[in-house]
Nanobody, 118 residues
Framework: QVLLVESGGGLVQPGGSLRLSCAASGRISSINDMAWYRQAPGEQRELVASITRGGRTNYVDSRKGRVTISRDNSKNTLYLQMNSLKPEDTAVYYC????????????WGQGTQVTVSS
């Protein structure tokens, strides 16, 4: 079992920045890839960026250059730095972890709301 808890969301003005965090607990040693997803009202959940345990990153083209995903394995924490935020970035942001422990399972956090508005 893995528990993921996101934090760092909130209300920010257009052009501002936020840093989201996702703290993992439980079977930490079994966590492999991690990722951030977003879900805007009325839309499907979509990938923002992912990162392997070794630090290799992958970004969705539309947000490349404005977001940076990173992880600190010593702190069991995943981060998403978001800059130059736009109103269309408004969404609930979810942390996702791939766990390999004989079988592959995926865990989700509860989400953190990001609202970009003036």
């Amino acid at each position: 079992q893995v528990l993921l808890v996101e934090s760092g969301g909130g209300l920010v003005q257009p052009g501002g920045s936020l840093r989201l965090s996702c703290a993992a607990s439980g079977r930490i040693s079994s966590i492999n890839d991690m990722a951030w997803y977003r879900q805007a009202p009325g839309e499907q959940r979509e990938l923002v960026a992912s990162i392997t345990r070794g630090g290799r990153t992958n970004y969705v083209d539309s947000r490349k250059g404005r977001v940076t995903i990173s992880r600190d394995n010593s702190k069991n924490t995943l981060y998403l730095q978001m800059n130059s935020l736009k109103p269309e970035d408004t969404a609930v942001y979810y942390c996702n972890a791939e766990v390999k422990d004989g079988i592959v399972s995926y865990y989700w956090g509860q989400g953190t709301q990001v609202t970009v508005s003036s």
